[in-house]
């Protein structure tokens, strides 16, 4: 029996039918506000006299391809939502489409605890709850190993890891024996802690099940100290590796996708973004699409690094030449 925890309410309100798409290398056009078109990525999609047939609804987070193919191979349905898609996309289940959502962005793949919701006022607080931003955490981690060889094998040197506050977890507890990155809000609030396995059992990074990553920028809270000139990477190990490049204004997505909370964070605290996004086909895709999102607040350059590279395996040498045109 597959006993992995899916939670597919959550997974429909947080993954985005643009996350997706980026995660595909889809690109798709905007037609206004709400609507994207393009052509059909769907393994199903055989009419060649309807190329522009796909639709996505941003505003409803659903999508529809309504040629004949597609059609007929969904029994009539022109559409559907976030897991019809990648379900479709990968010819598997629902649930098997939502457990490989949750493991490309992360999600705690924990059961939450049972709670009792008795009163007018406990309805009351939990919706509150659900619409505030991250609360700080009332505790911090300690016994944090900062030389465990798993950093060293990243690139990762002691002094990085100490400056981050990362390091391997040998405790009890969600995060026992992964690397764990302390995370703050803006403020320079702790706010969360994810968890890296460093021996590729369960999800490759865990997440607290209510925490918001749209809601913060890794590293936001240092990053603003060093200057109005900010560079945007995808994960923990590139920012890492982008300050030790002595390149400290960096800040990271924890993904690939940019949320408008996230947006309104860059415009309010530099003048300029470089995105380094990683090499591959859905971190040009995402680079191209919040390029697109972000030219009209701030200037914004988007950096081509290395077809199948990421951040964290260029040299500092490299990081300087793409960050800094005249650095050479």
């Not at 800040?251 to 947006?263: E, F, I, K, N, P």
Request: net charge positive; proline share 5%.
């Amino acid at each position: 029996m597959n006993s992995t925890w899916v939670d597919f309410k959550v997974i429909k309100a947080t993954v985005t039918m643009e996350m997706a798409l980026a995660s595909y290398g889809v690109m798709l056009h905007r037609v206004d506000c709400n609507y994207l078109r393009g052509r059909c990525p769907l393994p199903t999609h055989h009419s060649k006299s309807s190329a522009q047939s796909f639709i996505v609804n941003t505003e409803k987070n659903a999508w529809a391809c309504h040629s004949d193919s597609c059609t007929a191979a969904r029994s009539g349905r022109t559409g559907g939502n976030v897991l019809d898609f990648v379900a479709w996309m990968e010819t598997c289940s629902m649930r098997d489409a939502a457990i490989r959502l949750q493991g490309w962005f992360g999600f705690s793949a924990t059961p939450p605890a049972p709670r009792v919701v008795s009163t007018a006022a406990d309805l009351l607080a939990n919706y509150v709850d659900t619409v505030k931003d991250n609360p700080p955490l009332p505790f911090t981690l300690t016994g944090i190993d900062v030389h465990h060889p798993y950093l060293a094998e990243r690139g990762v040197t002691p002094e990085t890891a100490q400056h981050f506050g990362i390091g391997l977890f040998p405790k009890r507890g969600c995060m026992e024996g992964r690397i764990v990155f302390p995370i703050h809000n803006e403020e320079g609030l702790l706010v969360a802690y994810a968890g890296r396995s460093v021996d590729h059992s369960g999800l490759k990074y865990r997440f607290p099940s209510r925490f918001r990553k749209s809601l913060v920028l890794f590293n936001l809270h240092r990053a603003a100290r060093h200057g109005q000139s900010v560079i945007l990477v995808e994960g923990f190990f590139d920012c890492l590796n982008v300050h030790q490049a002595g390149l400290p204004c960096v800040v990271a997505l924890m993904g690939c996708t940019l949320s408008d909370r996230q947006a309104r964070l860059l415009e309010q605290h530099f003048r300029e973004v470089v995105l380094l996004m990683d090499g591959d086909k859905a971190g040009r895709t995402a680079g191209a699409v919040i390029a697109g999102r972000l030219v009209t607040r701030l200037s914004t350059r988007l950096v081509e690094i290395p077809a199948g590279r990421q951040p964290d395996q260029l040299s500092a040498d490299q990081i300087r030449c793409l960050c800094i045109p005249d650095y050479f």
